[in-house]
Nanobody
């Protein structure tokens, strides 16, 4: 059974940082492209960043470029999202997702497995 478990969310002031982590089990992690999405209340789930399965190529949404960094550790089956310069509009539930052979897709429909999410709240 595939499981993706996010951690690292919390409450932070504007301008602060958080580091999210997603631990994967039940799948051959190295064969999966991994991504982070987010969803704020009343909004659709939104692509944030992805990292490909083979070369670790990264993709970012325009609104996080220069602030967020995605990385993966295939030895420990984890993917991280370092979030700096957080703003109140970054407040959302952040979800980890896995896409077999994924190369950085931005559509939710490309991802076969999802975590339960972790809340990130940025106060002004």
């Amino acid at each position: 059974q595939v499981q993706l478990v996010e951690s690292g969310g919390g409450l932070v002031q504007a301008g602060g940082s958080l580091r999210l982590s997603c631990a994967a089990s039940g799948l051959r992690f190295s064969l999966y492209g991994m991504a982070w999405f987010r969803q704020a209340p009343g909004n659709e789930r939104q692509f944030v960043s992805a990292i490909s399965w083979a070369r670790g190529n990264t993709v970012y949404a325009d609104f996080v470029k220069g602030r967020f960094t995605i990385s993966r550790d295939n030895a420990n089956n984890t993917v991280q999202l370092q979030m700096n310069k957080l703003q109140p509009e970054d407040t959302a539930v952040y979800y980890c997702a896995a896409d077999m052979w994924g190369v950085g897709n931005m559509g939710t429909g490309n991802y076969e497995h999802w975590g339960q999410g972790t809340q990130v709240t940025v106060s002004s």
